[in-house]
């Protein structure tokens, strides 16, 4: 008798590429627990349609030109698109590194096109997860109320629950950029998985990790390599030498199941948008915390305070097969 | 030769008497380094005149009759007095205990006008603890603003940094009853210790020391562990059996130099004021911890996040000699 081993998931990545975009996707790429079916790009970390062209190359450099990419909203559901984190993620979004073009251009249809279609192609069994601001999500959501009828789950890069902000002394930069959406995405009615910077601020990739990458002597990880230097500058401001927090690849290895949640309760979660202090923060119900029973009966929210595994030698391992 | 020990710091505690109040009320009686020369009440846990009857009872049971007490605010700032926690503290503040009358009335003067006395007749020594809503003391530098000039320092039981909340998922009670007060109060120029949820749930009180307060056959202390019934029933649903959180008494201990704080940076605080669901959080930027170096040049208020020994043992030290 042969085992069977389950046949991958059809997974959606929405995304606004970006250094650490970057390395989520190839470690999507290089997971065989899922099947990359659509990725979607949103303005973030650089603008939508740039986000799009970095994802087209850098799935060329992986020879996974099959994969469709879709440009998706390019400004935040209230208010204008900000221009990015040229200081952080480079100006073109992947480090300033000039990525072989992959002369394909992004699909004719929008990434909210294209992720109504996924969850209608592969209903109950698509799974989304999302790392960059939650426009286009929110925005498919409006265009068709029953999408998370058909979505298995959401992993979400996003938010800060019981430690510092990144952007403000509360709040983290993909819900900070639309907290509209974030808000409206957070409570429509599915199953949510919520990798705040609780959990990537603590899980690192070092110098001699980013090394290992750029000798890796294959098509694509040299490159990440590459893209990440600009980003390992940023991050001594920071943590005081040159590292990169792992904020949306861990997202990507929670949803995959590489890592694994150790706390991570179910719990309300509400996105503050209003114009005060505050704005962009996720409010998570913790209270429960003090008494050792932290979910709460009816949320949808699951939110990560902890792992069980450091994500960088799982990543690296994966990474370097690229 | 003979050691001289510092004369006493002459000391002001603002308070909403209140069943932790009470401890810290009794903590700051049995303690040598300061002297109280003057209580100020503030609706909070029970109206700010009941608190000030309370406040008159405990002295007397520690006969100390001669410490003027003066009613401050009834109503935050900003709308109006809810009327307290009875479930928490009981419907008369101290755990729904008839203390023996003080008959004693309190001062002609408001809160407000006896702290302005005491910080001129006190002029550059005078120490401020409060341990309610910061309404009196927002009321007292809008009157004289002046006031922190004359203040040697203020230590505050309120708010959460990288805490849930004990109100709302982000607010602490205090800061929640009058977040326009706290935001004057934090903002103006004086040097504050804010001491809040993160050390103040994390030092207990236990049924053991309870019955030592029951037992001790001293004129306040038994009266304290009566007190401390409806309190530890409270705490139940919180920590899971019949104990009591530490949040006044250890701001009072903080600022007497009975407990020291270990992590304690001076960060910028804001206080949502906002209608949204942030009211009343203290936002600390604390992005500074990730590197280390979480001191911001400039910054005025000390937050505390750790302590270097536990409260419980000490209080009840003191307690015991009242």
Known sequence: MTQLSPSPAPLYLDCDTGVDDSLALAYLLASPEIDLVGVGSVSGNVGARQGAVNTLDLLALAGRGDVPVAVGAHDPLAGEYGGGVPHVHGANGVGDVVLPPSGRAPAEESAVELLLRLSHEHAGRLRVVAVGPLTNLALALRADPTLPERVRDLTVMGGAALHPGNVSPVAEANIACDPEAAAEVLAADWDVTLVPLDVT???????????????????????????????????????????????????????????????????????????????????????G????????????????????????????????RL
């Open 201 to 287: 601020m603590a899980d690192l990739l070092e110098e001699t990790d980013r090394k290992a990458l750029l000798e890796a002597g294959t098509a694509l990880a040299p490159w990440l390599g590459d893209v990440l230097d600009l980003y390992f500058d940023f991050h001594v401001a920071t943590f005081g030498r040159r590292c990169s927090a792992l904020h949306d690849p861990l997202a990507a290895a929670i949803a995959v199941g590489g890592v694994r949640p150790t706390v991570a309760p179910r719990v309300p979660v509400v996105v503050d948008d209003t114009r005060g202090p505050g704005r962009g923060q996720t409010l998570c119900d913790l209270r």
């Open 289 to 320: 915390l003090y008494a050792g029973h932290p979910d709460v009966p009816g949320a949808r929210t699951r939110v990560v305070l902890a792992t069980g595994s450091p994500l960088a030698p799982h990543l690296l391992e994966r990474l370097l």
